[in-house]
């Protein structure tokens, strides 16, 4: 029985030593849950790549990646690691847990979602790659604002909002016209539509548990692990599923799993190699 039933014990081997506001013995079980949806994510996913087509490949690699950083940051989350306490505020005593774990994962997973919205809509490199930056500004001010104690943090906080304006104004209307022009814009909108939703939920959970403490961190925890799991495990599977009936070439994303066609390589090299066309060998 003790093998097929295993207690958390997360929290007695890695204790919160040292902070006021920690994570509950329920917010682990429940950040074990989330670890096992992304690992369940990751092998699934993996399996669609051996049986996707070689050159339809490119959103199976990128949310993989982003799939197996969300797994090794909510374990470490899970298992009571990958935090640091932070005072409550100028002149309080106590403090709470902040896991910078989270953070790293969004770092990965955001740019991520825009990277493949981006390539989905056909926009150009300039702005996929602005909007990649955007997405790491967004994240890196949020975490100032939650190592930030003073009321200060809010202006960290007003900073990464405005960035996920910027993000949004792009990928709800920059990129649904570039997609319209290649013919997935009802695609195109679902997918869009999807995450700034959950985007937009971010801000509100930031809000009410790293930024101010209004929920415990337990209840930040519960909060932020529904919306990762409804942004990277549920929208990477929309992409899969979506893509099997779209036309790859048209959208320029049939990359090949070569760099190069070897076959042309060696075609163009013989054409180089032989005489051109009137030319009359010498003795």
Known sequence: MSVLYRAND???????IGVDSALSLTGSD????????????????????????????????LFTIALLVGSVTYYAQASDLGWSAVSDGPGSRSLHQLFYARYINWVVSFPSVALALGLLSGISWTTIFTNIAITWLWVLTYLAAAYTPTSYKWGFFAFGTLAYVFLAMSTLNESREAAGRLGISRDYVVLAAWANLLWLLYPIAFGVSDGSGIIS??????????????????????????????????????????????????????QARSPAEGDVPTA
């Open 30 to 61: 429940w950040l074990w849950a989330v670890t096992a949806i992304y690992v369940v994510a990751f092998l699934g996913l993996l399996g669609f790549c051996f049986t996707a087509h070689e050159s339809n490949r490119v959103f199976h690699y």
């Open 10 to 16: 997360a929290l007695s081997v890695n204790p919160p």
């Open 217 to 270: 961190v337990t209840g930040g925890s519960i909060f932020f692990g529904v919306l990762d799991v409804l942004m990277v495990p549920v929208l990477s599977f929309g992409f899969v599923f979506l893509g099997r009936k779209w036309d790859w070439a048209r959208l320029h994303l049939a990359v090949s799993e070569y760099r190069f066609d070897p076959h042309a390589r060696t075609l163009s090299d013989k």
